[in-house]
């Protein structure tokens, strides 16, 4: 039996970021909102995203810092054995911790329902509703004057030969494991492949990395990558670039990994493989023609820049969106479509200060444009690049591996990028996302206060080698 509910001003599928950034806008407007989830409340980020993968680095970090110790006078290394099951069950303690102070009971504050099941578009275009049914048997039928499509994103595998049939880790799965395999193959060299080789080879894995196009966070500027392939062998991370799976292989020792590059072909053992190649927005099955609301060539909901679908009443936000995979933008997105669809805000997001971190160990981060983005631009571009051995933080780390690289309109001196790979560069690039924000010319960036000894120093020496030798000024030179 089917029971119909009506009067919500705004009918949310989905429940993670996106859709509680929505629901909470709507019910500070004073609006009824229900949320339909078919999972785990909560979404990717909290519970097998951000939230579980930067817990198991970090603790990964503490591993590898130990026995690293060796790089200070004084210190020895140190071999820290490691508790799986333990963490493991540290890093689900803590998702579980966060989804409910987070979700669940944000969602009992706020005074907004989540039903558990799978939602449905019926109806016609004009007049859309939801079915759902209930995880635990039964349906409902849900009427609103605006619907948010926040069903996120899911990992996504190439189609090569053997795949499906020999299975493999994803992201989440690998989160999952009872013990640290013995060796494994990360088929993947960007955000999600690298923090994940690293992870696994600082707890004792032997990991080969395979990146189908010619470097290492092949999107980032090349330096950075370089300089990320640099840490890997150092860690004795395995990469293999510009080279494609071609097929898999499973027998009872492992994987049998064939990567192709040109015509030679390269075969990899390991007892495990996990596939990073990117996500995909979940769309199947919520029978979307039927309301008219349109779909890309990815599976992503086509929206304008207000989150607007092709139908009127209809709203998506977040990874389903088909736009920056992150979890900030998410919120972000799913803010604006309830205010635009209850209050008729007009808004829209402006991406070009956008940050993003990889969080390796040294961190990747960037804003703004690359060098090559420039001249595709139009611009002149004059660029900067500022080696760790000259900035201090890195001295005293005993650490210099990495670099920052300012991106600069040479008409102008606007600021237009920064580009970090350095201990901290999350939060650096915080910085440098202020100063494109605010338009700051690289001369300000050289004349502003900077703390001495913090890696956000960093920021100001760039700036100032674009008009001075920096390996010739005292400490704290202004």
Same mark, same amino acid.
């Given at each position: ?131 759902? /049914?209930?995880? =635990? ?6 009427? +609103?004057?605006?619907? &948010? !499509? @926040? *069903? %996120?994103?899911? $990992? ?102 064939? /990567?192709?590059? =040109? ?6 053992? +390991?007892?495990?493989? &996990? !596939? @990073? *190649? %990117?996500?995909? $927005? ?113 001295? +005293? ?82």
């Amino acid at each position: 039996m089917t029971t119909t509910e009506s009067g919500y001003d705004l009918a949310v599928i989905g429940s993670g970021s996106a859709a509680f950034a929505a629901a909470i806008a709507a019910t500070n407007q004073g609006r009824r909102v229900v949320m339909v989830e078919r999972g785990t409340t909560g979404g990717t980020c909290v519970n097998v995203g951000c939230v579980p993968s930067k817990a198991l680095l970090a603790a990964a970090e503490a591993r590898h810092g130990a026995a690293a110790a060796g790089r200070f006078p004084g210190l020895a290394p140190a071999d820290v054995p490691v508790g799986f099951p333990a963490l493991i069950g540290g890093k689900d303690a803590l998702v579980a911790q966060l989804r409910t102070e987070k979700y669940t009971d944000l969602a009992a504050d706020y005074g907004f329902e989540i039903v558990h099941g799978t939602a449905t578009f019926t109806g016609t275009t004009e007049a859309p509703a939801l079915d759902v /049914a209930l995880n =635990g048997g039964g349906a409902r039928r849900i009427k +609103a004057a605006h619907y &948010l !499509i @926040a *069903t %996120g994103s899911a $990992p996504w595998a190439p189609p090569v030969d053997g795949l499906e049939e020999a299975g493999y880790l994803t992201s989440t799965t690998a989160m999952e494991l009872d013990a640290p395999p013995e060796s494994m193959v990360v088929a993947g060299g960007n955000a999600v492949g690298l923090e994940q080789a690293q992870l696994f080879a600082r707890l004792g894995t032997r990991v080969s990395v395979v990146e189908a196009l010619d470097r290492l966070a092949p999107f980032e500027e090349p330096e950075v990558s370089a300089a990320i392939e640099e840490v890997f062998a150092d860690e004795g991370i395995a990469v293999h670039t510009g080279a494609a799976l071609a097929a898999v292989r499973r027998d009872e020792h492992g994987y049998t990994v064939t /990567a192709r590059r =040109g015509e030679a072909l390269t075969e990899l053992r +390991a007892e495990q493989l &996990l !596939i @990073a *190649t %990117g996500r995909r $927005p979940v769309t199947a099955g919520l029978n979307l023609d039927t309301v008219g609301v349109k779909t890309g060539t990815r599976g992503e909901v086509v929206v304008d820049d207000h989150q607007h679908t092709t139908n009127e009443r209809i709203w998506a936000a977040g990874d389903v969106a088909g736009g920056p995979q992150f979890v900030y933008v998410a919120a972000a997105q799913g803010t604006l479509a309830a205010d635009n669809a209850l209050a008729g805000a007009g808004r829209t997001l402006d991406y070009t200060a956008l940050p993003r971190v990889t969080f390796t160990s040294p961190a990747i981060a960037a804003v703004g444009m690359t060098d090559a983005q420039v001249a595709e631009a139009g611009l002149r571009c004059d660029c900067r690049t500022l080696p760790l051995q000259h900035v201090p933080r890195a001295l +005293a780390n005993r650490d210099t591996r990495g670099l920052v690289k300012l991106v600069a309109d040479a008409d102008t001196g606007r600021v237009l990028g920064v580009h970090v790979i350095a201990d901290g560069a999350g939060d650096l690039i915080t910085a440098a996302t202020y100063a494109i924000t605010a338009g700051m010319t690289v001369d300000q960036l050289a004349h502003t206060w900077a703390p001495y000894l913090t890696m956000a120093e960093a920021l100001k020496l760039a700036a100032q080698t674009f008009t001075s030798d920096v390996v010739k000024l005292s400490c704290c030179a202004g």
